[in-house]
């Protein structure tokens, strides 16, 4: 159990364009979910956190009209990279911690969307 | 400050031994999660084990333990019997409070484990 799955796996886009990628958690109910990218060879960087039926919390320092991010049911939210540019290239992961049950300690991680800009 | 430490950019250890990956962390919250990941060269985080600030033992899942030594504020993490299939990257990281399910994950520099035949 515990599955959340993330689509597109791989996106190349012209510069300019917007991206969207969407989180589902299969098997659970999340209310929130939280936006990760990661940079090569480097760690996690937490962009901002999903909150179902509310507005995204944002990290210092994240754009959030960049980064445009819905969470319309309790399992989906999406991310919108808008007007798209080369420095926004990355690997973008989603994760979701289970609402209740024997794993809602734990947080459960998309396989990720690396998504290059041209 | 940071919250998370992991000072080993890589470590090699040979197939069927056990390696101690490092992690310290540094928090006032009474109240806070460990977790350790692991990322292979596809990207994709896998969870191995967690354990709370007040669990009274040792958390271990399979190969996986964690050496919990809260007065150090320490939490490595031990991977037994290595298997070549264990290269990857490792990322401990830190929740901060476990009640509410808006708090977040912050992640160590990550270790990059390399097991040789």
């Known amino acids: 159990g515990a599955v959340v799955s993330q689509h597109p796996s791989r996106v190349i886009c012209k510069s300019g364009t917007s991206v969207k990628i969407e989180c589902r958690s299969l098997d659970f109910q999340a209310t929130t979910m939280f936006w990760y990218r990661q940079f090569p060879k480097q760690s996690l960087m937490l962009m901002a956190t999903?909150?179902?039926?509310?507005?995204?919390?944002?990290e210092q320092g994240v754009e959030k009209d960049k980064f445009l991010i819905n969470h319309a049911s309790l399992t989906l939210s999406t991310l919108t990279v808008t007007s798209a540019h080369p420095e926004d290239s990355s690997f973008y992961i989603c994760?979701?911690?289970?609402?209740?049950?024997?794993?809602?300690?734990?947080?459960?991680f998309g396989p990720g969307t690396r998504l290059t800009v041209l | 400050a940071q919250k998370i430490t992991q000072t080993q950019p890589g470590m090699f250890v040979q197939e069927k031994e056990a390696v101690t990956l490092d992690c310290t962390y540094d928090?006032?919250?009474?109240?806070?999660?460990l977790f350790w990941y692991k990322q292979p060269s596809s990207g994709e985080m896998i969870f191995l084990i967690y354990?709370?600030?007040?669990?009274?033992q040792n958390a271990t899942e399979g190969r996986y333990s964690l050496n919990f030594q809260k007065a150090r504020k320490s939490a490595n993490l031990v991977i037994s019997a290595s298997q070549l299939g264990d290269s990857a990257m490792y990322f401990c990281a830190m929740r901060e409070g476990h009640v509410s399910n808006t708090d977040k994950l912050i992640f160590g520099t990550g270790t990059r484990l390399q097991v040789f035949p």
């Open positions: 928090t006032s919250d009474p109240s806070y999660g």
């Open positions: 994760s979701a911690r289970p609402l209740a049950g024997p794993l809602h300690n734990e947080q459960f």
């Open positions: 354990q709370g600030s007040y669990d009274q």
């Open positions: 999903s909150n179902e039926g509310s507005k995204a919390t944002y």
